[in-house]
């Protein structure tokens, strides 16, 4: 009987145990309930209001590891295959068709451990900054009155961000550990707009402020990761290319050579400077490169590499940036007047009354990153000619099931009954919006899958002739498409442009930045390389 009772306390102490945050190391277990409330929201997670910690806790922990520890498991094959293919790994076509078969493969290559993601989330403040360009880590700093010294430079604005972080969310009031969107109140919609589209996350639909932070909130700490993988990937490359630069090699260069060597490595070297001094250069350059330096990390040796490879990816970051924004403001220079203001309106932007082609563009320039409102009436602009004549007939409208039935009626005709329609309903609310947009909701993929293929030449042209855009004369209906979707994706995307998978996006964006890196310490490893090269047949000759 005394066992019994032994055993029956021992079961609700492990129970108590179990179910208590008390004995948990979840991240979470600390956090203030509104953390909690913005963990879910931020997740779509329902949760009843009012509600008591200990609901809010227990919603939190059921949904954890399929956001936090084990996000891959919510994956489709194609990301699943796509993550595998970016760490080097192959699958083969049997696996690719069991998804079971690519969680188990992505599960041992996945980025960090269980552990590793708690201790994390019990401290944002180590790595949440680190995706934000410089401009913003300043703005932070000035914002929240936290003093940087002269030159600001990347390193010394993460190190005051972060060490200022908490008194930062002190002074406004709010929480740290899970922050609200007092961390982003520096950011305007279109940095927000633009952070996702970098890293390759699609800006919700319909938007607002609060669900741009919230999406930029979730999806930092994956793009966190990747770019933590790339950094270390480039960081191998540099110290597997200059492992082969000896002492021997270093004594062996010429006062030529050695100035070559430090040229295309950036290193700085001051006028009159000896070849002793040149040489002594060289191996600190190479010893900061390795990591055999007293107190060297791996985040300085890298830096060393490349005199500051925070600078340098935020410098190529914003040249790849820059670029695409060139590129889009090259397209919009020949666009129509009335697709200037389609632009503005498909993004919810007054237009004001009399402005004229310049000022249209310089608007549009402006919320180049703002993401389209939802649903508007230029959902259609890309909708098949048969898609529309579905559309409309099954509308339930009487004027559009007319204009569907219209013999000879083109696709523009159809564009703008069903346009017309949209208006409507918008206007009228309730039921009849609800019902056009639940119907947009489950057409749109099959509606705009592979769009333009069937598309006749006479619509694309006339599509073209919206923008203002003339078809070179003799012109392919292969080029005409592929015309058609330029616009089309800059009309859409802004200075974005889509991507199959987030982590397809992920991996391009890092690319633009990490492949000039790469292709500066290439230079120096292939200089390195050559000199060694050199250097050894000069030996075997004087042997």
Same mark, same amino acid.
């Not at 192959?90 to 690519?102: I, P, R, V, Y």
């Not at 339930?396 to 564009?415: C, F, M, W, Y």
């Given at each position: ?5 032994a055993?029956?306390?021992l079961?609700v ?7 208590s945050?008390?004995f948990?190391?979840? =991240? ?18 329902p949760?009843?209001?009012p =509600? ?7 919603l939190?922990?059921?949904n ?6 084990t996000?891959y ?13 970016q760490?080097?790994?192959e699958?083969?076509?049997s696996?690719g068709?069991?998804?079971d078969?690519?969680v ?5 290559t ?10 994390a ?12 360009? +410089? ?5 932070f700093?000035?914002?929240h009155?936290i003093?940087?010294p ?6 010394t ?15 406004a ?33 319909p938007?607002?402020?609060d ?5 930029v909130?979730?999806?930092s700490?994956?793009a966190?990761?990747?770019?933590q993988?790339?950094? =270390?990937k480039?960081q191998?490359?540099?110290?597997a290319?200059?492992?082969s630069?000896?002492d ?16 295309k ?8 400077t ?10 600190k350059?190479?010893?900061?490169i ?8 791996? =985040? ?14 935020a ?18 220079d ?17 237009v ?5 082609? +310049?000022?249209?563009?310089a ?13 508007t009436?230029w ?9 529309l ?20 009626a ?10 017309a329609?949209y ?18 909701a489950s ?10 293929d ?5 619509d694309?042209?006339?599509?073209? +002739? ?17 015309l058609?979707?330029?616009q ?5 995307y ?7 998978t ?5 991996g ?20 390195a ?10 030996v075997?000759?004087?042997?």
């Amino acid at each position: 009987m005394r066992i019994s009772a032994a055993l029956f306390s021992l079961a609700v102490v492990a129970d108590v145990a179990l179910g208590s945050s008390w004995f948990s190391n979840a =991240a979470y277990n600390k956090w203030h309930e509104t953390e909690l409330e913005r963990w879910l929201s931020d997740h779509d997670v329902p949760y009843p209001t009012p =509600a008591d910690r200990k609901q809010l806790e227990k919603l939190v922990s059921e949904n954890w590891d399929s956001w936090v520890t084990t996000p891959y498991k919510n994956w489709d094959s194609a990301q699943l295959s796509e993550y595998l293919k970016q760490k080097g790994i192959e699958t083969k076509q049997s696996a690719g068709a069991n998804k079971d078969a690519l969680v188990n493969q992505v599960s041992g290559t996945w980025y960090e451990t269980e552990d590793k993601a708690q201790t994390a989330w019990g401290s944002v403040k180590d790595w949440i900054l680190d995706t934000w360009t +410089d401009s913003q880590l300043k703005s932070f700093c000035d914002y929240h009155g936290i003093p940087v010294p002269q030159p600001r430079k990347r390193d010394t604005l993460l190190q005051k961000a972060r060490s200022a972080y908490e008194t930062a969310a002190e002074k406004a009031g709010e929480t740290a550990s899970y922050p609200g969107n007092w961390l982003y109140s520096t950011w305007s919609e279109s940095d927000l707009k633009e952070w996702l589209d970098t890293h390759g996350i699609p800006a919700p639909q319909p938007t607002t402020r609060d669900k741009l932070v919230a999406s930029v909130r979730r999806n930092s700490r994956l793009a966190y990761l990747r770019a933590q993988e790339q950094k =270390a990937k480039a960081q191998a490359s540099a110290e597997a290319a200059y492992a082969s630069v000896t002492d021997k090699l270093i004594d062996a260069w010429s006062e030529s050579q050695l100035k070559e060597f430090c040229d295309k490595n950036s290193i700085n070297v001051p006028q009159g400077t000896k070849v002793n001094q040149l040489r002594a250069l060289v191996r600190k350059h190479r010893a900061e490169i390795m990591g055999d330096t007293v107190g060297a990390s791996a =985040a300085s040796a890298y830096g060393a590499a490349t005199s500051n490879v925070g600078e340098n990816v935020a410098k190529a970051t914003d040249a790849a940036s820059q670029a695409k924004t060139d590129a889009f403001n090259k397209v919009i220079d020949t666009w129509s007047e009335s697709r200037l203001k389609a632009y503005l309106d498909a993004r919810g932007v007054p237009v004001p009354q009399g402005s004229k082609v +310049d000022e249209l563009r310089a608007l549009v320039r402006k919320h180049s990153h703002k993401a389209a409102s939802g649903w508007t009436a230029w959902t259609y602009d890309d909708y098949t000619y048969d898609n529309l004549k579905t559309y409309l007939a099954n509308s339930g409208n009487a004027a559009a099931k007319k204009a569907s039935e219209q013999a000879g009626a083109t696709r523009e005709d159809l564009v703008k009954a069903a346009q017309a329609y949209y208006a409507s309903a918008s206007s009228a609310g309730g039921d009849t919006y609800a019902s056009v947009t639940s119907y947009l909701a489950s057409a749109t993929d099959s509606a705009k899958a592979n769009t333009f293929d069937t598309w006749s030449e006479s619509d694309l042209k006339a599509y073209l +002739d919206s923008y203002g855009i003339p078809v070179p004369q003799g012109s392919k209906i292969n080029e005409i498409r592929a015309l058609a979707r330029k616009q089309h994706t800059y009309f859409k995307y802004g200075t974005s442009s889509p991507s199959e998978t987030i982590l397809a996006r992920l991996g391009e964006n890092v690319k633009g930045g990490w492949d000039w890196v790469l292709s500066q310490l290439n230079m120096g490893a292939d200089a390195a390389k050559n000199k060694a090269q050199q250097a050894k047949e000069q030996v075997h000759k004087e042997l």
